[in-house]
């Protein structure tokens, strides 16, 4: 009967689940939302499907632990070297706003001074999972409010570590254990690890990482500290190894399953009749929350230097209670530091919080152009005074990989050129080098003005924000209707809203890869190049019309098929090692061996050749090669079997 049970327990939480993570998937709504959802539905709170809630917390920890697992073996050194400024600066100050304001806030309920701190530790952490997943399908990780909030959260993550061992309060014993763990285990690990990978049985790979994470997870829960204090330090050890990657991807299934558990778990935790009767308190709460946490984040953010707006748009971002904010209040509780109605309270506005983020994400940038655009903003740095010089020049938006690159090619060529960014570090490191950069956020009209935006010839967009890159695109062509307004866009569907803005031309990163790879293609079965170059400006045309919206039958023009069909004509440089050097055309019996014929031989560039069969051949000399695009391939392999000539299609 038990076997029964747990069976039907096991199909009810998977079953909805699924339906309400496809539900979730139809509406656009996070995953996480859709999994809380359904723990309200089948929990003891709701249709009762589910009577053993202890049961499904089981697997919820296992989740967690090897949520926090993988979030250590992600941990390297590189990524937080990038990150640094944001992760200890911005991480730091917003956790120490958030915290002292969530305390304050606390001591209304909280049965004591600790009992309140404690509340404001689990107040400052944010969802890394919800956070990065919309952030990550919305395409602004690489925006600057995406790099900020990365920073933030990445801190959050490793903040939960001292959080949750400050919360016994057994620090002493806690840090000699670790360090005991750490030594052991940072010796150990290596050698293990190199023993398994010479085995190659990949089951004894994953279940190895699986086995130090839950060891060292029981290890920790045994010494009176949390067992996801364990799984983290785990990670940190194996994320050390050169085989890290590998068990990051074998464990990445795991984790979801178990860590879909949790957030149903959290649902169904959650009093509905608790959250019905208190209805108007637990609003208000999560009200002033949301506002402690956008004043924290805000602020560390302004003070790294960004504008007002992005500073906004990341605190919004970050204006939720996260999952390991649940952890947190189980150990909480454990330990006395929160009664059952405080948990109960914080548990509803923390889930509140979660389900009003995606919400936050979406209306944030929107909120804060309005905002910003009523109350101006200040700046860090100042931005430059007008230059009436610039006259004809090349405006760059963003500096990052290709903006820097742009602006180099640019001076190379003596173009003259300014770029504008909105990150005060990117800026000052140019600046340095000569770059004719400007801090400012190109949203705003003065920042352009300054930039002599109205004078300029070509402004580009070389920026991921597509709600900047709009707002910018509507202020250039307000204040220049003849300049060139280029723009880069990850995604096709945006594409109209992006011309309706004003764009000249419109740079598809996924299309533009497509036609490199079909470019390549073509090179390879030496269809001429004027034949390639037509059929790009076709796939080009019309913001790609041709790769949009395909009709029925092929995109390729007929030129394309015809030249494929067809037989083709290459070059064929003659290299010193080519067994060519020296030989008579008659002698190499090309023809023979190969099917291509040599129809003229290009010699200094200045004479064209016939191909007498007697004529003999030195290194510099072009032949040219005719056949179909087989035997053109084994001429240039037999010609030159180390390969090392040098084919240039003729078109």
Same mark, same amino acid.
């Given at each position: =009967? ?75 050194? #590189?990524?937080?070297?990038h990150l640094r400024r944001p992760l ?124 130090? %994470? ?76 949301i506002a402690i946490k956008v004043l ?51 548990? #509803?506005v923390a889930v509140l919080t979660l389900?009003? #983020? ?48 742009? %602006? ?174 020296? %030989? ?9 061996? #190969? ?54 299609? =003729?078109?």
């Amino acid at each position: =009967m038990q076997i029964d049970s747990f069976l039907l327990e096991a199909i009810a939480v998977l079953g909805t689940a699924v339906a309400m993570v496809f539900l979730s998937a139809r509406l656009r709504v996070p995953t996480v939302v859709g999994l809380i959802i359904t723990g309200f539905v089948i929990g003891p709170f709701g249709l009762a499907l589910v009577h053993d809630v202890e049961r499904v917390e089981v697997f919820a920890e296992i989740g967690v632990v090897l949520l926090l697992f993988i979030i250590g073996l992600e941990l390297n050194t #590189t990524q937080l070297r990038h990150l640094r400024r944001p992760l200890l600066i911005g991480g730091s100050v917003q956790a120490l706003i958030t915290v002292i304001a969530a305390s304050a806030l606390a001591v209304w309920w909280a049965p004591s001074a600790r009992g309140a701190l404690f509340a404001g530790m689990v107040v400052a952490l944010s969802s890394t999972a919800v956070v990065l997943k919309l952030y990550d399908e919305r395409r602004e990780i690489r925006t600057p409010q995406g790099r900020a909030v990365l920073g933030i959260l990445l801190f959050q993550d490793l903040l939960i570590v001292p959080f949750i061992v400050l919360t016994p309060l057994r620090f002493g014993g806690a840090l000699a254990a670790i360090a005991g763990i750490v030594l052991a285990a940072w010796f150990l690990m290596p050698y293990v690890l190199h023993q398994v990978v010479r085995v190659r049985v990949r089951e004894l790979f994953v279940m190895t990482g699986l086995v130090s %994470c839950l060891s060292l997870a029981w290890l920790t829960h045994s010494l009176g500290l949390s067992m996801a204090l364990g799984a983290f330090l785990a990670g940190i050890l194996v994320s050390e190894s050169e085989y890290s990657h590998q068990i990051v991807a074998d464990i990445l299934p795991f984790r979801d399953v178990f860590a879909s558990l949790f957030f149903v778990s959290i649902g169904m935790l959650v009093d509905l009749g608790f959250a019905r009767e208190n209805l108007g308190m637990l609003l208000a709460l999560t009200a002033l929350v949301i506002a402690i946490k956008v004043l924290g984040a805000g602020t560390a953010v302004r003070l790294l230097g960004y504008p007002l707006r992005i500073s906004l748009v990341a605190g919004l971002s970050l204006a939720q209670i996260g999952e390991f904010s649940f952890v947190l209040m189980e150990v909480g509780a454990e330990h006395g530091l929160l009664a059952p109605r405080g948990f109960q309270t914080l548990l #509803t506005v923390a889930v509140l919080t979660l389900l009003a #983020t995606p919400l936050l994400i979406r209306i944030g940038p929107s909120l804060a152009q309005r905002f910003t655009s009523q109350t101006g903003s200040r700046r860090s740095i100042e931005p430059a005074a007008a230059d009436d010089s610039l006259v004809a020049h090349v405006i760059v938006v963003g500096y990052g990989v290709s903006g820097s690159l742009l %602006c180099k090619v640019l001076s190379e060529a003596h173009i003259q050129h300014v770029a504008i960014d909105v990150n005060p570090e990117i800026v000052r490191s140019a600046q340095r080098e000569g770059v004719p950069i400007r801090f400012g956020d190109a949203t705003r009209l003065e920042i352009l003005q300054r930039a002599g935006v109205e004078r300029a010839q070509v402004v580009v967009f070389a920026i991921s924000d597509v709600r900047a890159v709009l707002r910018g695109l509507r202020l250039a062509r307000q204040e220049n209707r003849s300049a060139a307004l280029l723009v880069r866009t990850p995604q096709v569907k945006e594409i109209p809203e992006l011309r309706a803005a004003g764009a000249s031309e419109v740079i598809a990163e996924e299309f533009e890869s497509a036609i490199a790879i079909f470019t390549r293609v073509l090179e390879h079965y030496h269809v001429p190049r004027n034949v390639v170059r037509a059929q790009n400006r076709a796939l080009r045309g019309d913001d790609y019309h041709l790769l949009r919206a395909p009709e029925p039958g092929s995109a390729v023009s007929e030129a394309v098929l015809a030249a494929l069909q067809q037989g083709t004509a290459d070059l064929y440089r003659v290299a010193e090692t080519s067994r060519a050097v020296g %030989c008579s055309l008659r002698a190499l019996e090309l023809r023979r061996i #190969t099917g291509a014929s040599v129809i003229a031989v290009i010699r200094d560039q200045e004479s064209f050749t016939n191909p007498s069969p007697d004529l003999e051949l030195a290194a510099g000399d072009q032949l040219v090669l005719v056949g179909d695009h087989q035997q053109v391939e084994q001429a240039f392999e037999y010609l030159d079997e180390q390969a090392i000539g040098q084919p240039g299609t =003729m078109s």
